[in-house]
Each structure stands twice: as structure tokens, then as C-alpha cells.
């Protein structure tokens, strides 16, 4: 049997920018941008060029992808031609190879929203199509409110995209934008729009997760023929958000009907790196991740039931519907049981810690683990300070220095200019060698702005550590994230720290506290002596 | 016509125990099973009693609820009676008026979970729900795996179903145990056990969410003929989580085929309680709800797309699926740089400020929005400070006081009981009414324990402001969110604050700056300036 093409269009860029507090930076949807390509998705919508500052600077500076980055516009208005309408000029002039238009199809929007003649409202999606086709451009139309308004008006809605398909749209995009809808109704009028003359192989769909329906509508639509999806990462998107991708690719490619139907741009080895791109764009935004998000939460391979957990280890095929390497997720049992242990020596092995299975060290470790997870510590995503917690109870690491105290001050007053500016300084006294040396630095950049406290301190500590200065000049601080927490029956805060050597080797740190500046310089100091025990490791 | 009766089954205090982190007391499983009483919730689960101490205490001590209590267990061990199965008494001396028994439905598991013969499979099937029904008790059967075993040996799977069913179960309850079948199988399966004899209103269904379709899952065995559906509370449950009734019952209840063709134990009154339900139970867990939970989170009703606010302004059917009023949830209309000025007309009259579409002030306004957020402000969140800024440009916010300059030092050092501590203190100097007032605090809590500078700044600030002491002192701070995202060229830090005054109220100001203490400083201040705006407002 030949396989059909089915294609993927990511807007993260555009719709999940729409989620409620999500703001991406130049940089970040750059970042983001590659991470999608890198999993293999046919399409990229990048924003829409000349709606804000940060869309119209992410287009002059948009990276080469193997996907087709597409921008996101609006039909022509109403009263002027396609050349005329700078709103749309500003969409071409992004110069991407695919624009995407969203135009209305719902005659009650036509008539209420845009006050203008359904056939008004055909002319402007026709000539609009038919504009960026001349203009060399792969077009795209965005059906709004498709579903909506075909159940208003069937006529009316699937005449606008037989309308955008005959102006030579290469994709109808049947969008229920409002997300309300359920699957049956999905997947009549998808069937609706093609015994209407548009082909398949020319629909693509846009769903939203306000019913919780989001992913069985994409599915939906994509058994009445259909053979586009978009979708956002994580399921970012407006409101509830969009279809998310981060479901829908796994299933696509792992389970039946999809899996000897279909081929889509995305390699079983690619697959693998999404637990990762999930991860990441959380991490671009500072999000929990959603532990039980299907396929790439934490909890999505958790066996908590005692029966499946001891079933689990016999078979993992008992309770797991799909094996969690394959999104490279992990499968996670308990830690008080044996594959507890045998989880951890895995991840000292990979540190370069070889140790005997019958050391007693390693449930020491796992209490340890375990106790400071209860005050607030979290080790996933700080290797480096899991790391030196093991060797600390091995007897692997080594007193290189200690801190006898710090102090660090912020002032904000009125420069001799009458402005107000702020000022950090900070002490640090260490004791190196059975020797005391008290370092002292202000934070001030090349600018003459104050970075901080943290900085200050960083400054401080890494001034004066005699014998290891070396070594510390060749780290900088690249990272720092802070999290308010729960540890024991308080909150306190959790920083973490990534760090950098001009080898180009970083690692992460962790350090919490009920008081900020202190979570900060604890996972500092594991910073510096991860560096030290590394740097010796090579040495010797 | 006749409206079918469809009941609801909630699995929130046995299922959704299984969430890994999720360890609910008994005084917690009261609550919850009050508040699915409230709700209408035709069946409670509570637990299994005699699997572990909290779920028998609370069985002991189990609330009067109008919804049938139920409890669960498994079906008799092979080679023994049904009268002689201790794990299977346990679950009986619960005394509930409806037990529910899992058992094996798989042949798989039948033979090598099991170790039995597959006859012998379906006496112990027969047997126990038998004996269930002898002693009284409305019988259920929580067919196992059955979606996966019907694939592998569909007659197998049916014969069990029918095997409990003529054994005289009340409820056969196919369950998707793994959590990854799709919505055309789940379909296929349950028509396939209506046609082995049993009747769909005997029928129940059990998924999970681990391919994002635990939803979509339960609404096709209903339209498949199910009369049952079993579900959690915000959808908690062993890894993704269990079928989400907070998502599932609003569609039933507001959606068509559904509305017109069912009967359920909910009336829309009850519906209204369904936001307030979900944060309860959020509260209960500790965790930060889900902002783009469908129906119930506090983005599920936020247009942040500029188009999108502006047409909610005219008729919010426009890019709403349903009113948020019907499910107690309400409409958001944020602020970002994505906003229009009608967003930002809509957002203004909702915190009570009037202002004409002419007037100037708004586009200066958005101009002030568009420039902070590039600076790394985000106003999403912090609708207190978008409320100050706006105040600000309109000259509507009185000169309440002025900060001078502030000094907060963090020091680590050992005690005189040779103990490493951390100190904080902080000076503020502010001038109020013409007289310049200096205050000092320091930070500890009760404990002892240091709640680090920003606490310290934020006890100096409220300690010594004269008329507004009161106000002040009403006010307390319960989050704090920091980030660190790009501000301009450089990484600036972020810092969110939510504060709360004694009567409930709940409000967000956000403070940028390069220096942590410096942003949550200027966090603080808008926190209190808007707390004495707020006040001013209701005396006048």
C-alpha cells in the first residue's frame, strides 16, 4: 500500500504567542524555530510581519529552515485592491516563501464583524489568494470560524474556501477557531468541503482545546481527508490553547490506522528528540512542565498503582500503551524499590562514578535525594550538584576551600546627577589552605549598570581562590532560573544555575532557600566546585 | 423525546490517588466527596478498602452523600470461594451500597499476569460479582484492559463482559487501562459488547488521557452506547490522568447531540459551581491551577488577540464557545503588546476607569505598554501595574508617597552557637506629605528562620507609612515569581508578586530591573500603591 503524505504546520510562533502570558523575544522564537525544524515539521508560521515590533524584527532575522516558513496575515480589506492594502504589503514584504491568510467564512462574522456583502467578502478572499499566487508565493487560507458557520450557513462557508481553492490556494485551513466543536461535526464538514470540490489532499486543519477536544478533532478531521495539521508545542495557543502537536506527532507515527497510513516529515529518529523540544520551550518560558502531558510528562511512564508497578517490571507492555524511549521519555517506578537503584548507578556511570551494586552508599544517596527533594531541591535538572551530592557520600570529593561568611548590599539612591541608580556590593571571606582571604566587588557592567547582587557575589567569590583562580576565570554564569516552591510547610526559593567554560561545557546547578540571595551563592559555590572536581578529573 | 438517563461515575478518590505526588488524608477524601455530592455525581468511588490505612479509615468514617458510595476491589483469587477471599471481604465489610470489582479481560494478562487458565478467569468473574449480588449490593465490573484485549482476542473480551453482566453487574465498565486507544476503536469495541448481549445502559466507560484523547475517548462510547462514564476531578490520575469530568460535563450539559438526548444528575445551577470545584480541589493539592484548563481555567475565557477582543466587545458569541457565566468561570480580556485599543478600553472598564475612544491618553497608554514590555515588563500578569501605568497617563493616581532610597544587606555568617545563618535588613527612607520618614526591619519569621531581602524590604516599606498604615497593614504578599527574560540588549530579571488583602482580594504587579532586589522592590511598590488606590476608590 503507498503511503499519503500528511503534513504538519507548526504556529507556535504565532498562536502560541497568543497564550495568555507567553511573550517571545527575537532570540527565543529564533530557538524555537529550530527546534521545530530539527523534528521535521513541513511548516513553520512565524508570526505576522507588521502586527508588532517583535514579529516584523523576528522576520528580517528568520533563520534557514528545511521547513517552509510561512507568515500569517489577513485577507485584503473590503474598498481597496490587494496592491492597496498595506496590511497585507507588509505580510509579502516579509519575503517568506508561504503566507497564510485568515479570512472569514462564517456569514454572520461577514455581515456583523466586517459589515460588508457575502460576495464582498468572496471577492476579497479570491482576489487575496490569487494576489500572493502571483507574487510567486505558496498560498494559504485560513478558514475562520469554518465550522461555526457551516453550521449556519453550509453554502455560505464552503463556498469561501472553494472560492480561496480556485484562486490557487495550495492549503484550505478549516479552522474551529472558537474550539467548541466536536469530533462528529468536525468530520461531516470536513466531508462537506470536499464533496464541494476542494481535494484532501488540499485541507488542512486548525482545531482548539476549549472542549478538550483539541487532539481528537485534528484525528477527526483527518480521517473525513484532511492531510494537514497545525498545532502548537505543548499546546500553547489562545485561551485553552491549540492542538497540540507534542500529542499528535507520537500518535501519528505509533499508533494505527496513522502509522501504515502515512508518511509525514518527521524520522522515528526525530521522535525521539520530542520530550526534549517539550522541555525546552518550557524552559524558554520559565512553565512547570506538565508532568502528566501525554507521551513527554514526567508522570506519562509513572507506575504509582502497586499492581502495575510489579507487573511493570516484568513486562513494561502491561501498563504502558507505548515504549517511552521512543519520545525519549522515561519510564519512572518509585525510587524505594530495586530499579531505584539500579536508575541511580546509571546516572553515576554516566557521570564517571563506577559503583559496586552492593555499596550501601546508594541508598544513603536516595535518601538523601529523597529528603532534599522534600525541602524543595530538584535534581533533574541539575546534574552538576546531583553529582557532587554523590560523591560527597562516596568520599569522592575532595575540601578544595570554605566559606566563612558573605555579605552583599543593594542600595538604591540618587547619583550625584540627581538619578536614581542602583549599587551591589558584596563580601566574600573563604578560607583556602588554612588561609583566610576576604574578596571584595562591586556589580557593575561595561554600561556602568548594576547587574545585581547574585553577580556581585559571583564577581567576589571567584576573585581570590589562590591556587584554583585559573580555573574559575575560565567558568561564567550563562543561566539562572528561580522558582518559588514548596519545601517541607514553606515556601522557599529554588534558583538554578547553568554554567559555562570556554571548552564550551555547561552544567547545572541548584540551591534553595527561603531567602534568594542565599539559594543563589549555595548553587554558585556547587558551580565552582563542580568546575574544580572536572577540571582535576582531567588533570589526573 | 425521551431524554436518556447517562450517568456520571467519579474516580477522583481512587484513580485520581494514583497521580503521582498526590497523596490525599481522609479529611481531604470528606471534602472532595461533599463537593461531587454539591456537583450531582451520580456514583462515588472512595477507595479500596483494606489496601491501605487512609482509604479504610475514610471508609469508616464516610460522609452521607446523595450519590450512590461505591467501593473498589478485585474479583476472588483463583483456587479459592468467593466467601473465603479476605481481600474481597475487606472490600465488602466497607458496607457501601455499590461495590466495584476489576478483573482481567486480556488474555495476555489472564495467562501470564494471572498464571490462571482463561475459564478459569471467567468464574472468578462470575463468581465474584455473584457474591456481590448476593450479599445486596449494586455489583460493577471494571473490565480490565478490555480495549487492548478485545484487539487481541476479541471474543475472550466480550465473553467476560457478558460473564459478569449475566452474573447480574449492574454496570459493565470497559476500561481503557493503558490509556492509548483511539476514538474509532473505542467505538468499534463498545458496539461489539452491545452485540455479544449486553445493553448499552448497562454499559460504563473508564479512559485515560496518555494519548490526549481520554475525553474524546468517553464521548464516543457514549455515542457508541454507553450509559456510563467514569472520570476525575481536573482529570487526576495514574500518569496523564483520568477522563476529565471537569472538561466532560460541561460539554454534556451544553452541547448538542448531548444536551437534548440526556438526562444527567447535574442541573445547570450545579453547573455554575463547576470552576469554583476545580480550584477547590487545587487548593487541596497545592497546586497552581491550570490556566488553560477547558471550561475552568483562567485563561479558558481570555482573548488575547487584539481582532479577537475587539469583536468580544461587540458580542462575545464571536470568539467564545459557550458563555463562561454557565460554568462560573469569567471573560479575561488581556494586556499585551498584541492589544488594540479596544482590549485596552474593555480592560480599563473592568477595573472601573471610564474612558472615552477618543481620548488620547489611550494611545499613549499602548505606547507605554509596547515600550515596558520591549524593556521586559509583561502586563498579561500583573493587571494591577497595567492599572497604575494607565492611571498614571490618565492623571488619575494621586501622589500617595515618594521613595527616597532603600539599603538591604544579606549576610551569611556563623552564629554564636557556631550555626551558619542568613540575616536580611533593610532600610527604606520614603517622604510622605512633606516629612521624610526612615524605617528599618529585618527578616525573620517565627521560626527564627530569615524569609530572605525582599521580605526585609517588604516589612520596611509597610512598617512606617503614616496615614496609610492601616491599608498596609491589611495587605499580605502570597506569591512571587521571578524570571529572568531579555530586556532591550540585555537579561533583565522579572519578578511577579501577588498580594492579598484580608477580604480575598487577589492582585499581580510586576518590576523589571537588572538586580533581582531592585525589580521585586519596584513589584512591591506598585503592590501597595494599588492596594491605597483601591481603598481610596471604595471610601469614595
Known sequence: MTRERLYLYDTTLRDGQQTQGVQFSVADKVQIAHALDRIGIDYIEGGWPGANPTDSDFFAARPQTRATFTAFGMTKRAGRSADNDDVLAAVLNAGTPAVCLVGKTHDFHVTTALGITLDENLDNIAASVAHIVAKGREALFDAEHFFDGWKANPDYATACCKAAYDAGARWIVLCDTNGGTLPPDIQAATRAVIAAGVPGDHIGIHTHDDAGLGVANALAAVTAGARQIQGTLNGLGERCGNANLTSLIP??????????????????????????????????????????????????????????????????????????????????????????????????????????????????????????????????????????????????????????????????????????????????????????????????????????????????????????????DDMKLVDFKVRITQGGTEAVTRVIIDSEDSAGHRWSTVGVSPNIVDASFEALLDAIIWKLVRDRMQAG
Open 251 to 472: 500518535t501519528l507515527l505509533l499508533k494505527e490506522p496513522y502509522a501504515s497510513a502515512f508518511d509525514t516529515g518527521i524520522t522515528m529518529d526525530a521522535l525521539k528528540g520530542m520530550t526534549k523540544a517539550s522541555r525546552m520551550l518550557d524552559d524558554i518560558l520559565n512553565r512547570v512542565p506538565l508532568r502528566s502531558a501525554p507521551y513527554v510528562g514526567a508522570s506519562a511512564f509513572a507506575h504509582k498503582a502497586g499492581l502495575h508497578a510489579s507487573a511493570i517490571l516484568k513486562d513494561p507492555s502491561t501498563y504502558e500503551h507505548v515504549d517511552p524511549g521512543l519520545v525519549g521519555n522515561d519510564r519512572l517506578i518509585p525510587m524505594s524499590n530495586q530499579a531505584g537503584q539500579s536508575n541511580l548507578r546509571a546516572r553515576l556511570a554516566a557521570a564517571g562514578i563506577a559503583v559496586d551494586p552492593k555499596d550501601s552508599a546508594l541508598a544513603r544517596i536516595l535518601d538523601e535525594i529523597k529528603a532534599r527533594e522534600d525541602q524543595g531541591y530538584a535534581y533533574d535538572g541539575a546534574q552538576a550538584s546531583f553529582e557532587l551530592l554523590a560523591r560527597r557520600e562516596l568520599g569522592l570529593l575532595p575540601d578544595f576551600f570554605e566559606v566563612k561568611r558573605y555579605r552583599v548590599t543593594v542600595e538604591r539612591r540618587k547619583n550625584k546627577y540627581d538619578r536614581m541608580v542602583t549599587l551591589s556590593e558584596a563580601v566574600v571571606v573563604v578560607k583556602i589552605g588554612g588561609q583566610k582571604v576576604l574578596s571584595v566587588s562591586e556589580s557593575m557592567d561595561e554600561s556602568g549598570s548594576d547587574r545585581g547582587p547574585v553577580n556581585a557575589l559571583a564577581k567576589a567569590l571567584g576573585k581570590d581562590l589562590g591556587p584554583y583562580q585559573a580555573c574559575i
